[in-house]
T-cell receptor
Framework: KQEVTQIPAALSVPEGENLVLNCSFT??????LQWFRQDPGKGLTSLLL?????REQTSGRLNASLDKSSGRSTLYIAASQPGDSATYLC????????FGAGTTVTVRA | EAGVVQSPRYKIIEKKQPVAFWCNPI?????LYWYLQNLGQGPELLIR????????DSQLPKDRFSAERLKGVDSTLKIQPAELGDSAVYLC?????????????FGPGTRLTVL
């Protein structure tokens, strides 16, 4: 059974600092990995999808890397803003999505 | 393009009552998923449909949960009777095609509170 772990569980940083969110998974036989954002009381918004053949994916201030052999992905958010405050979830797709519990980020103005 | 639509957004019921949730996927998306999200945890898959066929319902508690996707478009998830432990957020997602390499898009969820 795929196990997905996200560390840390919570993170608080001052505005402008770069964010580094970690995700690890136990079974490397995956199709892709997705990073989601979830605001309180809301659904999931897809941020980035990395196919298993890719090493990284970028969108604006967001960059996600994938090392399938070691079972790790990292989401980098550059120059954080208060609007980046949310819970970030990673999910690995081995024909179904298996999610981590998320990292709750607070960016202080 | 409209996203995944779910209703109701919130539901409060007493235990032992029935409840139903509705989902309309993104137009043209053949694969539909229902997830359960408990507080402080990531979503867990309940059931996956490819068109009108349930191809993975191994995590669905079939003694009290049921789902249908008539005509392969919108879907309904039902709980009867509801228990206190069913209080959670129920998320619906869809993807364009079957297959593990397709991106999933999520609706806003239905927050269920069982009293």
């Amino acid at each position: 059974k795929q196990e997905v772990t996200q560390i840390p569980a919570a993170l608080s940083v001052p505005e402008g600092e770069n964010l580094v969110l970690n995700c690890s998974f136990t079974d490397s036989a995956i199709y892709n990995l997705q990073w989601f954002r979830q605001d309180p009381g809301k659904g999931l918004t897809s941020l980035l999808l990395i196919q298993s053949s890719q090493r990284e994916q970028t969108s604006g201030r967001l960059n996600a890397s994938l090392d399938k052999s070691s079972g790790r992905s990292t989401l980098y958010i550059a120059a954080s803003q208060p609007g980046d405050s949310a819970t970030y979830l990673c999910a690995v797709n081995d024909y179904k999505l298996s999610f981590g519990a998320g990292t709750t980020v607070t960016v202080r103005a | 393009e409209a996203g995944v639509v779910q209703s109701p957004r919130y539901k409060i019921i007493e235990k032992k009552q029935p409840v139903a949730f509705w989902c309309n996927p993104i137009s043209g998306h053949n694969t539909l998923y229902w997830y359960l999200q408990n507080l402080g945890q990531g979503p867990e898959l309940l059931i996956r449909y490819e068109n009108e066929e349930a191809v993975d319902d191994s995590q669905l508690p079939k003694d009290r949960f049921s789902a249908e996707r008539l005509k392969g478009v919108d879907s309904t998830l039902k709980i009867q009777p509801a228990e206190l432990g069913d209080s959670a957020v129920y998320l619906c997602a869809s993807s364009l095609e079957p297959g593990g390499d397709n991106e999933q898009f999520f609706g806003p969820g239905t927050r269920l509170t069982v009293l």
